[in-house]
Each structure stands twice: as structure tokens, then as C-alpha cells.
């Protein structure tokens, strides 16, 4: 599969949608590495974003997939109040068998051509191994080993400010933030996902665990005292709070009606499939949703706070901050009577033109 296989009017059409101020092509013969680095914006700082390795079906649902998530980075760095922008990277082939460590070393010498510019970490297909690999090339990547300096893995600050996020939103239903007895639904328990249960599980909250690995699920549950569920049967229980933990995607026009929840939250990026359409229909059927790139900005934060010299403490302070900032913005819905992702957007979109404004000023 060649990125040269592209139709150029698919390629054009999709950057013409979007406002990004560089999207880099990477291909290399030699390693069969084929990616591909979206920067949305540094008004803030330079752009972070993890990098992804996926199996992408087609070329052009990679670079849809890594516009969108660079433009999430952009958002959760502002909202979140961290001095970064916003990228994302995506190489299109299967970690379990594509990836090694030439490969992954070439792709960090596409980052260090950036000059800085773009800022990796883990995501979706890679890990702190990888993260190491690409060290090796460039110093523009964060979430590597402590051992090299780093802060290691950004999972269990991730899940944290998922819990926060949780938290926010059931204090605005419920007028209290305790999660002993409320019925939580995980979907997606990779590293971020089985921290979540860990936590939910410690705020002595039910869980429920869905996955498409059938032995990672049985294991898991086992571990945490969770009660596993066929993914394809998640939706039909009932629960307080849909976390989807894995692709995005999963709230859209088929899943929303089937829906028996009074809350979303969850770590994966992208969870509305149509940000406009399925943010109203949220708001339409009362069931409350806290905006995906806000509360899980914990592996974000976790990432800004290594750049700025380490601290486990002040980490954990930031990531706890997501609280506050949920409520502010299920506030804002609720005043406004718009969706709540709409009222995040507003606010992220205003910090970043306030501080463009001061730029501009210079």
C-alpha cells in the first residue's frame, strides 16, 4: 500500500477543509515506512501530538484521521491552559507485525527535519519502547522510559483526568461527586482503558469492561472485579456513564438512540462521529457529555509537564484541574442551552485567539 495510490483530488479536497500549517508525507522504501505528520497550530507553543500506527483501510482515511486528531491536540492544549499547539502523526501499517525499531528510527528523522516544530508521544499502535527508538533520532518526543530522563508512561495521569472529567459530571446530576455504587461501562481497555478501571474500581464504582481482544477482556475483569461484556452488546445495558475508551467514532446516529446513560466520558479521541449532528442529539436526549479532548488531556499534560521539568506532584495537580474545567464547561452548556463540545470549543477558541492577539501585538 503506497501513498502514491492517492487520488490527488481525495488529498486536496481534505486539506482544503481543514486550516493547518503543515502536513508532511513521509515514505521511505528502504524501511516500508509510510506516515503521515499533521501540524494544526502553534499560536500557543510548538505542536504536540502523539504518534498512531494503524491499519488504516484506505491512504485517505489515515489523513482524515490525523487532521482530526491534530486539531484535537490544538483544542485540549488551550482548554487545558498549556503554552503547546497542536499536532498528530499516523503511520499506516499493523504494530503487532509492521513495527521495529529501523522503522520507528526513520520516522524520528522525519520529526527531527521539523526542527522542533512537532513534538511526539505515544498513542494508539506505539509505546515508551518506541518512544526510545525515536530518541535515538531526535529530542523532540516525550513519554519515554524514566530511565532516559522522561516521565514514562502517560497512561495512568490520562486515566485520571478521565476520573475527574466522571466526577465533574456527576456532581452536575447529582449535586455530590462520589462514584461508590454509579455503574460504569468501559469500553477499550488498553493501557489508559485499565487504569480507568483501576480508579473506578478504587471509588468503589460497578464497572462493566468490553474489548474486541476476548482474553484481554476476561483478564482484565478478573483483575479489577469487573463484570466483562460483549462489545457488541455494551450498549444495550444500562449504566450512569458510557466511557469509550478505545477508536472514536462509537457516538453517532446508530449507537445515540440505543443509548441508556445519563453520561459520556471517556479517553478516546474523536468520540462524536459528527461533531455538529451528534453533539445536538446528545443535548436533545439529556444524556450529558464531557468533551473527549478535554478530559482526557491528562496524557497531554502529562507530556507538557516532562517538557517543563518533571514533577510527579504538580502532574497530578493539573490533571485534577480537569475537574473544574469540566464544570465550567457543563455550566456553559447548560446556560447557553448548547451542546457541550460546542461550549469547550468556544472557550479553547477564545484563549487562543487572545493570545494571538498579544503575539500580533509584538
Known amino acids: 500500500m503506497s501513498l502514491k495510490s492517492f487520488e490527488a483530488s481525495s488529498v486536496f479536497n481534505q486539506l482544503s477543509k481543514c486550516a493547518h500549517q503543515n502536513v508532511v508525507f513521509c515514505s521511505d522504501e528502504d524501511t516500508g515506512l509510510q506516515a503521515i505528520i499533521a501540524i494544526h497550530d502553534t499560536t500557543l507553543g510548538p505542536a504536540l501530538g502523539g504518534t498512531r500506527m494503524w491499519a488504516y483501510r484506505t491512504e485517505s482515511d489515515a489523513l482524515q484521521d490525523v487532521l482530526r486528531l491534530s486539531r484535537t491536540m490544538t483544542y485540549k492544549a488551550a482548554i487545558s491552559g498549556l503554552n503547546l499547539g497542536g499536532g498528530s502523526a499516523v503511520i499506516i501499517g499493523d504494530s503487532r507485525t509492521d513495527k521495529n525499531e529501523v522503522l520507528m528510527r526513520r520516522f524520528g528523522r522525519f520529526i527531527k527535519n521539523l526542527n522542533g516544530s512537532f513534538i511526539t508521544a505515544e498513542d494508539l499502535g506505539t509505546n515508551p519502547r518506541d518512544m526510545e527508538y525515536i ?27 478521565v476520573v475527574m472529567g466522571i466526577k465533574a459530571c456527576i456532581k452536575e446530576l447529582y449535586g455530590n461527586d462520589s462514584l461508590a455504587g454509579r455503574s460504569v461501562a468501559v469500553q477499550g481497555i488498553g493501557q489508559v482503558g485499565e487504569n480507568l478501571v483501576y480508579l473506578l474500581r478504587e471509588e468503589n464504582a460497578k464497572v462493566y469492561v468490553s474489548d474486541i481482544n476476548e482474553e484481554r477482556l476476561i483478564q482484565v475483569a478478573r483483575k479489577y472485579g469487573a463484570e466483562a461484556v460483549s462489545n457488541n452488546n455494551i450498549l444495550d445495558l444500562e449504566f450512569d456513564v458510557y466511557a469509550p475508551c478505545a477508536l472514536g467514532g ?12 445519563a453520561v459520556i466520558a471517556g479517553s478516546a479521541n ?43 506532584k504538580r502532574t497530578m495537580q493539573l490533571a485534577e484541574n480537569i475537574y473544574s474545567a469540566t464544570r465550567k464547561v457543563l455550566k456553559k452548556s447548560k446556560e447557553e442551552n448548547i451542546p457541550a463540545n460546542k461550549a469547550a470549543d468556544i472557550i479553547a477558541e477564545k484563549r487562543i485567539a487572545d493570545i494571538r492577539k498579544i503575539k500580533a501585538s509584538y
Do not use: F, W
Open 250 to 261: 462509537t457516538v453517532n446516529s446508530e449507537t445515540i438512540p440505543r443509548m441508556k446513560c
Open 270 to 312: 474523536n468520540q462524536l462521529a459528527d461533531e455538529e449532528l451528534h453533539g445536538q442529539m446528545l443535548l436533545d436526549s439529556g444524556i450529558l457529555y464531557a468533551p473527549d479532548y478535554l478530559i482526557n488531556a491528562g496524557g497531554m499534560i502529562n507530556c507538557y509537564s516532562e517538557l517543563t521539568g518533571y514533577s510527579r
Open 135 to 161: 530518541r535515538m533520532e531526535t529530542e523532540h518526543v516525550t513519554g519515554v522510559p524514566e530511565s532516559m530522563g522522561g516521565a514514562g508512561d502517560p497512561s495512568p495521569i490520562a486515566a485520571k483526568g
